[in-house]
């Protein structure tokens, strides 16, 4: 796993790779509640083709560099055989969902999926990632994550091993 | 499938049903970062019983008519036998959905569902509806859809053959 | 099931628990539209192992509380086994959604899943949860939820007897 924080520039980052991404643009503090937006991308390269990924203190950081005290705060995939879900940190647990998944939206045999046919064998990963969803939306109070005691923010990769990124947005004041 | 915008006044549309929906009221524009919100709803009426339909360019129509530049966009469906969704825009996959779906939460037979005793059929399109999810949360920034490169928005309609809304609601400024 | 709106200083509340929620703290009210946002917890306590409340009520105070006219509303389990959603207050239907998910997610034998070998029995819930969603969003319009018809948003409990929270999140003006 690579991380990649936005790049101002679209430079080319050292991981080698060209960083698309937007620059960070938070509006101008202020003190009477007009409302601030900000957005960053976080960036992932798993080495095998499933992996769930903690991306609560990043998520956190994002929230630190927004100056937002009080809103929302929405973390999408941006590819569509991934997900952003929010659940328990316990290992037993994730190999429950791996095998759970795959008993759901089976990988193999590929051939039972028109998708497979436009020469992809990942339309078993945008059935899992419909399962475990697309995006998070979490609630910014005192300028934190409003969180239940066990609550933490994954990233859920169903189709590894290559650049994937997830967007940070928080809107707020 | 036929579209029909908000209807200011509660008119009859062209397209012969009274139309209910509430005006379009995008606050007054302004520079200094107060927020806007902006209402919209979408129409369909899908022939058969299940369908999926690209909405994503009149979901950028409703981010240009609400001049909002930087914040959230809600986009769900209003009834509960039907689905908002943000996938690929492949025929294939979207066969693939079909027969899934129907795996996990069959039509037939009617009768094994309770809810269909209340005189509907329809109890699987609330289960299928459940799987792909009432909404999607989207982030807007320099006055576009903010999203990865295949990131398309789906209307699922699970039990067609009426007029059906979906609701788009832009916050930001 | 016992109902705890938030306690501005974290006093014992009647029903003998401590409430660590944190005081609701609307903004100062403008017509200027300055963006505005507000939280509230609601609390449960489940008798048995799994149920489906309806919560739609409980949200419509937090809006009236809020003074929020326009914008969007949150509201998430702050537990890794509950889910909230949307959709039909019909008894049938939700004894179809029981028996569905402990289908997909059944809960015996507890031996099937590694999340059970930490002194849990909970696993299932994790993913009925999952199954079910986490959160809603919804849009704010003059004030009220902006719901088609048949809209109601549920609590939903897969693992009960205990006290548990919801969040409710306004952001607006």
């Keep these: 796993m690579r991380w990649h924080d936005a790049a101002p520039e679209g430079h080319v980052t050292s ?7 937007r620059p960070v643009v938070p509006l101008p503090k202020s003190d009477n509640g007009s409302v601030k937006s900000f957005r960053k991308e976080l960036w992932f390269e798993v080495p095998g083709r499933r992996a769930f990924l903690n991306i609560t ?3 956190q950081t994002c929230l630190r560099e927004s ?10 995939a941006m590819h569509i ?3 952003v879900f929010i659940n328990d940190d316990e290992p037993g647990l994730h190999a429950d969902y791996e095998k ?3 008993k ?10 028109l998708h497979n046919r436009t020469g992809e064998d990942n339309a078993d990963a945008h059935l899992k990632r ?3 969803g697309r995006e998070v939306v979490a609630a910014i109070t005192n300028g934190k994550l409003d969180f239940g005691q066990w609550e933490q923010i994954f990233y ?3 189709d590894g091993q290559r650049n994937k990124r997830v967007l940070v947005k928080i809107i707020g004041e």
């Design 67 to 76: 100056g937002v005290r009080g809103g929302l705060v929405l973390v999408n």
């Design 15 to 21: 991981a080698g790779h060209i960083d698309d991404s």
């Design 156 to 158: 859920g990769e169903f």
């Design 81 to 83: 055989t991934a997900s």
């Design 104 to 113: 759901l939206a089976p990988h193999a045999p590929t051939s039972q999926y």
């Design 100 to 102: 759970w998944l795959e």
């Design 57 to 59: 203190s990043e998520v």
């Design 130 to 132: 419909t399962i475990m």
